[in-house]
């Protein structure tokens, strides 16, 4: 069974920065997109970046020039790093994966709570 756990999330200041990690495990495609999401309260789960298993990553323009997803394959883990972050970046965040960066069909983690005031 796939699974992702997230973690690194948190309160911060206007401005701060954090960075969420996913560890992932029981995926055997050897082609994937990984992704974060992110859902406010009230509003759609939004994508926010994604990387390629061939290293091509996107970004949502909310967030360019701040966010960067990165990789770890050794440790099969997916980061995003958050800098200069606003109020409007507070949300619950998600991991996924799935085959394609369409994400029709994505396995998603629990989400860790980021806070920004």
């Known amino acids: 069974d796939v699974q992702l756990v997230e973690s690194g999330g948190g309160s911060v200041q206007a401005g701060g920065s954090l960075r969420l990690s996913c560890a992932a495990s029981?995926?055997?495609?050897?082609?994937?997109?990984m992704a974060w999401f992110r859902q406010a309260p009230g509003k759609e789960r939004d994508r926010v970046a994604a990387?390629?298993?061939?290293?091509?990553?996107g970004y949502a323009d909310s967030v360019k020039g701040r966010f960067t997803i990165s990789q770890d394959n050794a440790k099969n883990t997916l980061y995003l790093q958050m800098n200069s972050l606003k109020p409007e970046d507070t949300a619950m965040y998600y991991c996924a994966i799935d085959h394609w960066c369409t994400f029709p069909r994505p396995n998603w983690g629990q989400g860790t709570q980021v806070t920004v005031s």
């Open positions: 990387r390629h298993s061939d290293g091509n990553t």
């Open positions: 029981g995926y055997t495609y050897s082609s994937y997109c």
